[in-house]
């Protein structure tokens, strides 16, 4: 499981064991000097970001995992700041499990998430700027297999977002490989994409497709650590996005 709600908290493919689960706190700071379409939009490119997140996932029965996240953090673009001094976002959910083998496995899950709870100062620069909750419905499907003798696993999935008032929705997906490159060592490369549906509406109309790599250490059988980067490789009336994520995982 890798969960990081400045990248869309992951619901994956297998299910928490009953009254079992996994907490992940994630650090996550990016900037950007350039975007997608910029001279179209009018996209404001001088942009940094910090955030600090947390993700739960917990098997509540067999089969049956709630999940919940939130995130605090602060940004600026140009000279103004993006003044959130509280929860900047928080999501919601469950997933049940549909199939599940040696290999394979396979979870529907649904969610509620709220966004961009912030003031009239932030919308100005904000480039979305919509904070109506949205309704997410996910699948999510996963295998497990070898490389050179090393055990490994690869996720994705595929969701719909429904939003709850003014606003586009959303299609997301998600893709994570992960390979034990040894007993404490793990190495995962994920991507993560936003597609809106608002094609209406110049302002609504965006994707962004992140990639990002990291490398996780377990230091015991409760607690791991985890750093890497991601960037924003394509888009549209999007910003260019680097930055760096550093997380906390603790397994009960």
Do not use: C
Not at 14 to 33: C, F, K, M, N, P
Not at 44 to 67: A, H, I, N, P, Q
Not at 216 to 240: E, M, P
């Amino acid at each position: 499981m890798v969960g990081a709600l400045g990248d869309e908290a992951q619901a994956g493919a297998w299910t928490q064991e009953s009254g079992h689960g996994q907490a992940i706190v994630t650090g996550l700071y990016s900037a950007s000097e350039d975007g997608f379409d910029t001279a179209k939009t009018g996209l404001e490119t001088d942009y940094t970001k910090g955030t600090v997140s947390l993700f739960l996932d917990y098997g509540l029965l067999d089969g049956l995992t709630l999940t919940a996240a939130a995130e605090m953090g602060a940004e600026q673009s140009g000279a103004l700041p993006l003044a959130r001094p509280g929860l900047t976002k928080t999501q919601a959910g469950a997933r049940m499990r549909l199939y599940r083998s040696d290999r394979l496995a396979m979870t529907a899950g649904i969610a509620v998430i709220a966004e961009d709870a912030h003031g009239a100062a932030d919308r100005l620069v904000d480039t979305f700027g919509w904070d109506a909750p949205m309704l997410e419905a996910r699948w999510s499907g996963g295998v497990n297999f070898a490389v050179l003798d090393r055990s490994a696993f690869a996720e994705a999935s595929v969701a719909y977002r429904y939003r709850i008032g003014e606003g586009p929705d959303e299609v997301v997906a998600a893709a994570t490989i992960g390979v034990h490159l040894a007993e404490r060592w793990m190495l995962i490369a994920q991507s993560f994409s936003t597609i809106s549906t608002g094609f209406e509406r110049p302002e609504a109309d965006y994707a962004f497709h992140k990639a990002q790599g990291s490398v996780v250490y377990r230091l015991n059988k409760r607690w791991s650590v985890q750093a890497g980067a991601f960037a924003t490789v394509a888009g549209h009336n999007a910003l260019k996005e680097r930055g760096v994520i550093t997380a906390l995982w603790y397994d009960f």
